[in-house]
């Protein structure tokens, strides 16, 4: 299924749009193409300072050159790119803006001190504010006991947290992260979002992008998603579900026999061989429809209530087709 | 199941083109250099033609003659200081020549000087010294052959001259009692009985007269000798330890480019993880690093080829301090070519594994070219002008003039040249190469 909804962010309810401060981030019609192939189309994007973005999408979306061009990686063929703003080309705007690859960007023959104290550098910090931000980056990550121990000796978990510790050393305004989370435990997890709260806190804005949507759905106040090179949808959850697959919840059941009848409000999904159900109020609602089914000669043997969520969002947006 | 273990480890090296590559190109490959090297000598059939110079302080025929003989043997190249003087056999005088052979411009001076013993003899036997350069330890042998050849080929020639003029003289006046055109039959039965003897006893005057001459010519022949040669090694013989000082630079070298290479594959590691992009996410730029990557680079070739050059003075002897400005300035220069050598390859190659392969060939290649493996002066000519494109070549004949023929600084002028382009145009391709990983 393709995307058929596309929502304006600026006409979605709830986006924190506003006009009157200088945004964190702001993305004017911003196009790039490699060759025949447009990666970006035209992206608008304004993100206000403190606020906690998940910039979702499908493989080959344009997730990646998107984070590329905000962090000045890349070179755009249209539009602007601004950090409080300024151009993001700007050596000096760099400084406001820290970024977290996927990838473990860390030297694994060095320690974990060494490296906070090298990433420190190259952002500009020196002499007593190196060793404070170290210090404190080290008890932020939970790793003073471990600060002379080399990094590639850590597990998944205690490089990812060294490795965004490097990213925002120099007290980056607008923190770019790129799947933090990625093959780390449970437990890492919460401790790496922790951090992200912190920051937050602390009134960085947060940029996160992520496959997962639930972390999206649960760690940001505003969702993002692009497909084809373009914003496909923006604004909070709620929002957005109530947008695209509406706020109803759903309810999946397998029934045996024929219905003799069609019953409103009850629909046959083909693919998941299932019939579907939307209800508003279930105490009310699902009781009187298990009764008509009863009455038009069917038997329910499964039942299944689900809550509308970001997953429901992505998937009626981007549809179920693979991608790269 | 041993059967699908060999099934999957042929899969896997057929999809790896860079292990398939080198498991069965690059051997034959490595082969076809090293034979080219080192089999076109054989295909030209002689040793690679020996620079050398002469100084005939006698200027007689037979010196004379003996550099004929020596410059048409084809063996031998003499160096001509100036056409003009070329003819004059003291165009070039012995210090001139000693000179030549300390600066590497010639293998070997020839210096024929008077005889000592015999001065007063017409065509006075030569002292040779050859005035060698032992860092071609093949040379000196191969000119002192030569020159024995020659010399007792001209005093042969002239032997025989001197022979021949002896024969004339005795043969002049008998000759005129012949008859001409083999009418000598038809002449004697025309003749009286008289006339007949008188004429046979003449033939007989004239027989006994070419046994003279027989024992003149074997007279003459037996009074060649081997000449008199002398072999001075004008840069060794004061040298704790020649060899060292020969052989540390070529190794040097070497290890130089290999261990830069390998550290400049950091670089390509730290594309492959990401680190690259969050260097270049930070203040840092494409020119800082590459010249950030360069001056460690630098350093490190410093201090490495610091530590083998002092191995060789603790353990060899190598006279180190005694050069110390000069082997400051070489390895000052050698290392910086060697860095931006060795960042234009890994900003070259994609993969760390391709850097590896590429630059061992490369390395292996122009060491063997370049005179590191084995000396240049044992390659053909051809060789060793392909060995001229070669950064190890240059490198090693700076560290030759420094710690072989201890020359001033001013006489590195070409090999320092050479080296700073070297390091200059490497860096550039360097940077257009690392184009790729800039802001795109």
Sequence with gaps: MVADVH????????????????????????????????????????????????LLGPNGAGKTTLVRAICGRIRIDQGEIKIFGESVIKASTLDQLGVVPQDLAIYGDLTTLENL??????????????????????????????????????????????????????????????????????????????????????????????????????????????????????GAIADLIEHTVGSERQVHLRIEGFLTASIPNLEWDPSREIFIAAVNDPAEELPCLLQRIRLCGGSVVDLEMHQPNLHDVFIHLTGRELRE | MIRTIIHISFLRLWHNKAELLLTFIVPILFFSIFAWIFGSRGNSGATPQLKVVACDEIGSLLTQRTREILEASGSLR???????????????????????????????????????????????????????????????????AFVQKASMTAQAEFAHQNASNTIRMQQQPTQAGFLEDGREAQTLSNLTPDETLAVKAAAMSSSQQAMTTSETLSGNLSSISIPQITVIDVLGTNKT??????????????????????????????????????????????????????????????????????????????????????FA????????????FALMMAAMCKTRTQLGWVSTILILSMSALGGSMVPRYLMSETIQSVGQFTFNAWALDGYNKIFWRELPLTELKTELGVLVTCSFVFIVLARIFATRWDRV
Excluded at chain 1, 35 to 42: P, S
Excluded at chain 1, 200 to 218: C, V
Aim: overall charge neutral; hydrophobic content about 45%.
């Design chain 2, 78 to 144: 003499f160096h001509r200081m100036d056409k003009s003087l070329a003819t004059s056999p003291k165009a070039v005088s012995r210090e001139a020549a000693e000179s030549l052979v300390r600066r590497g411009l010639v293998s070997a001076a020839i210096v024929f000087s008077s005889s000592p013993s015999d001065p007063s003899t017409e065509t006075p036997l030569p002292t040779v010294e050859i005035m060698a350069d032992s860092f071609d330890q093949v040379a000196s042998q191969v000119i002192v």
């Design chain 1, 117 to 234: 104290r090298a990433f420190g550098r190259l952002h500009g910090l020196t002499g007593k504010e190196l060793r404070f931000r170290v210090d404190w980056a080290l008890e932020w990550i939970g790793l003073e006991d471990r600060k002379h121990h080399l990094t590639k000796s850590f597990s998944g978990g205690m490089k990812r947290r060294v490795n965004i510790a490097c990213g925002v050393l120099h007290r980056p305004k607008v923190l770019v992260l790129d799947e933090p989370t990625v093959g780390v435990d449970p437990q890492s997890r919460h401790r790496i979002f922790e951090m992200l709260d912190e920051l937050s806190a602390g009134g960085t804005t947060i940029i996160l992008t992520t496959h997962h949507l639930d972390e999206a759905q649960s760690q940001c106040d505003r969702i993002v998603i692009i497909d084809h090179g373009q914003v496909i949808a923006d």
């Design chain 1, 7 to 54: 929502l304006d962010a600026s006409k979605v309810p709830g986006s924190f749009h506003s006009t009157t401060l200088t945004p964190a981030l702001e993305l004017l019609n911003v196009r790039r193409s490699f060759g025949k192939t447009q990666a970006l189309q035209g992206i608008d994007l304004r993100v206000e300072s403190g606020q906690r973005l998940a």
């Design chain 2, 241 to 326: 330890n020649p060899v060292v000082a020969m052989y540390a630079a070529g190794i040097a070298v070497m290890f130089l480019l290999f261990s830069a290479t390998t550290a400049s594959g950091a670089i390509l590691e730290e594309r492959e993880n990401s680190t690259l992009e969050r260097l270049l996410c930070s203040r840092m730029t494409m020119d800082h690093l590459l010249m950030g990557k360069w001056c460690y680079l630098v350093m490190i070739g410093c201090l490495q080829t610091t530590l083998m050059f002092t191995a060789g003075w603790l353990f060899f002897g190598l006279n180190l301090f005694g050069h110390l400005d000069g």
């Design chain 2, 329 to 340: 300035v070489m390895t000052l220069v050698t290392a910086g070519a060697a860095a931006s």
